[in-house]
């Protein structure tokens, strides 16, 4: 079936611009996960997504970063004002429910702000 | 808090050459461990992965992977290596939080180059 996709595949945006990355997970899983990946970096936790609610936003590193879900399936993370260390690759993922261990990464969004 | 430690940022073996990479983790309580790996140009693929039961665990294309738990460590192994193994490596602890859900804590993974 289906895997977890991601848009855009790359995006470039001038600083101060906002941005906006979408996710579509696997239909029917409820748990949903954005993560950062940053050059030199590992991968790193922002949001959690279970349903259209985020019991975690405790890795989101400013104000600046936002999330939503929305019917329980799409995911948009919005950027905004953006800085040249937002520059990373984005990658969402999901699995069948918050308990599942296992969780199917997406593509990525490489984000470069110039 | 939890974190992951992996050794090894670089590595560079020829074919046939046996591989081991390391991962130690940081976290009390239970947990299930994985190791990803990101071939060039494609996204992040499990590899293996650790719940209970026999610490040897063995994952898609001869990879195996040794839960230690005395040690905190679950190191990642393959005899003989292949030019198409060439990619990063990236071990990561699954910790359940109280919410009963699974947030992935991943190392700085490894890169791996192969050459013939």
């Known amino acids: 079936g289906a895997g977890v996709s991601q848009s855009p595949s790359n995006k470039v945006t001038e600083k101060g611009k906002d941005v906006e990355l979408r996710c579509d997970p696997i239909?029917?899983?409820?748990?949903l996960y954005w993560y950062r990946q940053s050059l030199g970096q590992g991968l790193e936790f922002l949001i959690y997504?279970?349903?259209?609610?985020?019991?975690?936003k405790s890795g989101l590193p400013s104000d600046r970063f936002s999330a939503e879900r929305t019917g329980g399936s799409v995911s948009t993370l919005t950027i905004q004002r953006t800085q040249q260390e937002d520059s990373a690759v984005y990658l969402c993922?999901?699995?069948?429910?918050?308990?599942?261990?296992?969780?199917?990464f997406g593509p990525g969004t490489r984000l470069t702000v110039t | 808090a939890q974190s992951v430690s992996q050794h090894n940022h670089h590595v560079i073996l020829s074919e046939a050459a046996s591989l081991e990479l390391g991962c130690n983790y940081s976290?009390?309580?239970?947990?299930?461990l994985f190791w990803y790996v990101q071939y060039p140009g494609q996204h992040l693929q499990l590899l293996l992965k650790y719940f209970s039961g026999d610490p040897l665990v063995k994952g898609i294309k001869g990879f195996e992977a040794e839960f230690i738990k005395s040690k905190f460590s679950f190191n990642l192994r393959k005899p003989s290596v292949q030019w198409s193994d060439t990619a990063e490596y990236f071990c990561?602890?699954?910790?359940?939080?109280?919410?009963?859900?699974?947030?992935?804590?991943f190392g700085a993974g490894t890169r791996l180059a192969v050459h013939p």
């Open positions: 990561a602890v699954n910790a359940r939080f109280s919410g009963g859900y699974n947030k992935l804590i």
């Open positions: 976290y009390g309580g239970t947990v299930n």
């Open positions: 239909s029917g899983h409820t748990a």
């Open positions: 997504f279970q349903g259209n609610s985020a019991p975690d």
């Open positions: 993922a999901s699995s069948l429910t918050r308990g599942d261990y296992e969780q199917y």
